[in-house]
């Protein structure tokens, strides 16, 4: 920041741009020679700010390098076979935890598919997850069988104790909440998973407990 006087309308005011010389006076559009010292200071901040902006590129361009490493030995693992793609995803999801924008299109590129089928698969599935998860993963069936035996109030009593709705997650990114149709264990119902473990025959104050395992 440079505190600047025009000579023309005698406005002061401080100036926050880049420009090495002259700035432009707000109020009656003069301009104004930026003075040496002042100059030198933007000219520094200028500098920095290019600095930090070549910093961020290094760093996304790292990632992006890292991201296609993991992502080669994935698919070269499954031979590079795009009938494997829902496989390739579900590895790259229990590497990464979500699949991000980067990871899925350098799926696409290595399988050579377009970026339109990897979308298709990966937003069909409800097992893949397009956004950051909690650490823990909880799953809740809503299937008829579980509905009857009181799934709805299991759901209702695990929102209200980490005050999120299924689908979201937690402001301390513990805990992520969804629910399927179906865990593939209908007698015992209802049902839920913590991190794919199964608790079965629940009552709305048992899910309370098995929470409880899982706060760090």
């Known amino acids: 920041m440079v505190e600047l006087l025009c ?7 401080d100036y926050h741009g880049e420009t090495r010389f002259y700035a432009t006076c707000p109020r009656c559009r ?37 991201v296609a490493a993991i992502v080669k030995g994935v698919v070269e693992e499954y031979s590079r076979d795009r009938s494997m793609m829902i496989q390739v995803l579900l590895r ?23 970026l339109s089928h990897v979308y298709q698969i990966a937003t069909f599935y409800k097992v893949f997850s397009l956004a950051p998860r ?14 009857v035996r009181g799934a709805e109030q299991i759901l209702e009593q695990i929102q209200g104790l980490l005050k999120i709705e299924s689908g979201e997650t937690t402001p301390d990114g513990n805990f992520s909440l969804e629910t399927t149709k179906c865990l593939g264990c209908c007698g015992p119902g209802p049902v839920m998973t913590v991190d794919g473990k199964y608790y079965v025959n629940l009552k709305p104050a048992e899910a309370k407990l098995v929470l409880r395992r899982y706060v760090r």
């Open 134 to 147: 909690g650490r823990h993963l909880i799953r809740v069936c809503m299937g008829t069988s579980c509905k």
């Open 30 to 66: 003069y301009k104004v020679r930026i003075p040496g010292e002042a100059a030198r200071r933007v000219r520094l901040k200028r500098l920095r700010k290019n600095m930090e902006r070549e910093a961020g590129d290094e760093k996304k361009t790292a990632r992006l390098i890292g």
């Open 92 to 114: 790259l999801q229990k590497s990464f935890g979500w699949l991000p924008r980067d990871v899925l299109t350098e799926a696409s590129k290595q399988l050579k598919v377009p």
């Open 7 to 13: 000579q023309h309308c005698n406005y002061r005011w």
